[in-house]
């Protein structure tokens, strides 16, 4: 059989002729209709692009930015500004935006920040091409409005004539890639004024210390925001969700008598110089506090700042640690976080306690000797030589130890300590502030003899400013115990008012027969006693000198006060001065703090319009009437085992030679007081732990 010829691949042709004239046709239609299509894009883009953008854009979402809310003022009782936050603005920078368009904005957003706020170009132009892709630089924080407010009527164009530094050739819209980002800052027009009571605010709005700290959730607001979207019709709306500003603490605080406080506390502190120097004033009447002033102080607007008490060499030379110590220190409240044996502003707690009791009675007599015998040891009066027979109103007069502790003999220790509770010593008083102490007290069951008889006159227990304050109060108004407050009301950003202060009685010390005796033993105080060099000619004025030897004894270092009230028929306000170890000589020396109150009291009385009751004596032609002239028994102290130490006195002028007696040794507790040391030995005052060494 003839085979066929097979053929050769090459013998065949892919397309033929036809075909390819097809092909050439398909694809000159092809070309031609995405051609056609590419104008028809660019003809929708150029026309309607924007529209078709919106639709897009209608199916996302816009998240936009933060509204920050501003903190709630702080003000003194009259309504003038103790501490505000104030709007400022942070200029933020979007390298992104400015490089954009082929760098267009780049130059004349440059020339712009460099006119309107002196900017170097060439710094900005660095950091812009380190960071191209940047679309959030903070450059600048806490700018006011009066600072950008040029630039940004530049960028709107609302400039009333064109800057001759902005080109012709730049336009006002080619300004991009810069805004400003809101917040507020806190700010305290009066810087250091009463920088214990109000405090501070760190970053984040968290208060530290006073009434930022106890009252910030009051004072804190909540943020808002605004949402961008666009609606049905492609139109950008907003949704606002405004901020919830903060609440105003309207504090009991007067701005007048804290700059008169703080007055003669700086002087005294700058002039003289002590550890810790503090005033504390409060209304007897309903708790209020009204002025609370201490030395050192800070600068509530720069709260870290220690070029006022350091060199930059010795702020080189610290560690962090002892940086932080010296900053707690310095912000401590000492008025209500430091306690302290108050000496013999304790006795009228004593006396009332007495009288209460029925244990005394208003004429009874106590003989001084100058010291009473205790376990072997001798505790001295205030004056070693003695006072001689003392009616119960001159114990408290001229501060006789001896007296007291006979009082104290009659009340037994329980007794005392049911009415040391009664005062609320060893216990917070409740004022709205933080970090206040509770002091410390013996009680009933650890109370020895002697640790009974020193704590007659105010030593071997611990108090703080703000409970003797307290207590005091209770002691002159008629019995009646306020809890101490420094908020007065709280009102929203409207002014309106959402709370209130409630004024309480919390409970009755003394009766008003107690009460009015001691306001009498007081005013006798000051007109003829240790606290004459208070004594202001016209005005009745009472109050009470102490001087306590602090722990250890043998340091002989001391801290002296005095605790007074005006006036003595309607007290309106009570004056507290603390001296902790003045830089004098003689620590022990209570003028210290008396001459200081009588200062205070001479431009407290009249702001207050408490006005002389009595007549003032004419003075005699080459004399003077002032009361430091006259010889009057000081409170001053060179002890050796005295607790109390406040003896060297020789009594008022005139004063007879202090009668003698034999020495009453009282070596165990007298028989029907149903107290004896466990051990049956009293304590040594010498050589016992007591609440201030612990």
Not at 495 to 509: L, M, P
Request: overall charge negative; charged content about 25%; hydrophobic content about 30%.
């Amino acid at each position: 059989m003839r085979q066929k010829k097979r053929k050769k691949p090459t013998d065949y042709k892919m397309f033929s002729k036809k075909m390819q004239t097809k092909l050439v046709q398909l694809f000159l239609m092809i070309a031609l209709a995405l051609f056609g299509l590419a104008l028809r894009l660019l003809y929708i883009n150029d026309t309607k692009g924007h529209n078709y953008t919106v639709q897009v854009l209608a199916q996302q979402s816009y998240e936009s930015k933060t509204l920050p809310y501003q903190r709630g003022s702080i003000t003194d009782r009259n309504g003038i500004v103790l501490a505000a936050s104030e709007k400022v603005y942070n200029l933020i920078l979007d390298a992104k935006i400015m490089n954009s368009e082929n760098g267009k904005y780049l130059n004349p957003t440059l020339t712009a920040l460099n006119g309107c706020f002196g900017y170097d170009v060439g710094e900005l132009s660095a950091l812009i091409a380190s960071n191209p892709d940047s679309q959030y630089y903070v450059y600048k924080k806490g700018m006011t409005y009066d600072e950008i407010k040029e630039f940004q009527n530049l960028k709107s164009g609302k400039l009333e004539t064109r800057p001759s530094w902005f080109p012709e050739d730049y336009s006002y819209s080619s300004i991009q890639g810069v805004w400003f980002e809101e917040e507020y800052k806190r700010n305290y027009p009066y810087s250091t004024l009463a920088c214990d009571l109000i405090g501070f605010v760190n970053s984040g709005d968290d208060g530290t210390w006073g009434i930022e700290q106890y009252y910030n959730s009051q004072l804190n607001g909540t943020n808002g925001r605004t949402y961008g979207y666009l609606n049905s019709d492609s139109a950008l709306e907003k949704v606002i969700k405004p901020a919830t500003d903060g609440n105003t603490i309207v504090s009991t605080i007067d701005v007048n008598l804290q700059m008169i406080a703080e007055k003669y506390v700086k002087e005294y502190y700058e002039t003289v110089g002590a550890k810790n120097v503090a005033v504390l004033m409060m209304n007897p009447n309903n708790g209020e506090i009204l002025a609370e002033a201490t030395a050192p102080w800070f600068d509530l607007n720069n709260p870290r700042d220690l070029t006022a008490y350091f060199t930059e060499d010795e702020i080189g030379a610290m560690t962090g640690e002892e940086k932080s110590n010296f900053l707690y220190g310095l912000w401590k409240n000492f008025a209500l976080s430091e306690s302290y044996e108050p000496g013999s502003t304790g006795k009228p707690f004593t006396v009332a306690a007495a009288l209460e009791e029925a244990k005394v009675y208003e004429t009874q007599e106590f003989l001084c000797e100058g010291f009473m015998i205790y376990g072997g040891d001798r505790i001295y009066c205030h004056n070693r030589t003695g006072d001689g027979v003392v009616t119960l109103e001159e114990s408290i007069k001229y501060s006789c130890n001896v007296a007291m502790m006979k009082i104290v003999e009659s009340m037994g220790k329980t007794i005392f300590c049911k009415y040391q509770d009664i005062f609320n010593f060893g216990k917070k008083t409740g004022i709205d502030l933080p970090g206040e102490e509770s002091g410390l007290l013996y009680g009933v069951e650890h109370m020895g003899l002697t640790d009974l008889v020193t704590n007659s006159f105010g030593q071997n227990y611990n108090v703080t400013m703000v409970q003797m304050v307290a207590a005091f109060s209770s002691l002159i108004n008629g019995g009646y115990y306020y809890e101490p407050h420094v908020m007065k009301k709280i009102t929203d950003a409207s002014g309106a008012t959402i709370q209130t202060s409630e004024v309480e009685i919390v409970k009755e010390t003394v009766s008003e027969s107690t009460s009015k005796a001691i306001r009498e033993m007081l005013y006798q105080t000051v007109e003829g006693g240790t606290g004459i060099r208070s004594r202001i000619e016209g005005y009745k004025i009472g109050g009470k000198t102490g001087t306590a030897e602090k722990q250890p004894r043998e340091e002989k270092r001391f801290l002296v006060s005095f605790i007074s009230f005006a006036p003595v028929d309607d007290p309106q306000i009570v004056v507290y001065v603390v001296i902790d170890e003045p830089n004098i000589e003689k620590q022990s020396d209570a003028s210290q703090a008396t001459v200081m109150s009588k200062k205070l009291y001479s431009e407290i009385l009249p702001y207050m319009g408490i006005f002389p009751t009595e007549e003032l004596k004419t003075e005699p032609e080459g004399g003077t009437s002032e009361p430091e002239s006259t010889a009057v028994p000081e409170e001053s102290t060179e002890p050796e085992t005295s607790p109390e130490g406040e003896p060297g006195t020789t009594g008022a002028e005139g004063e007879t030679e202090p009668q003698r007696a034999t020495p009453v040794y009282n070596e165990e507790w007298p028989e029907g007081q149903g107290f004896m040391e466990p051990s049956g030995t009293p304590n040594d005052p010498e050589t016992e732990t007591s609440p201030a060494a612990e």
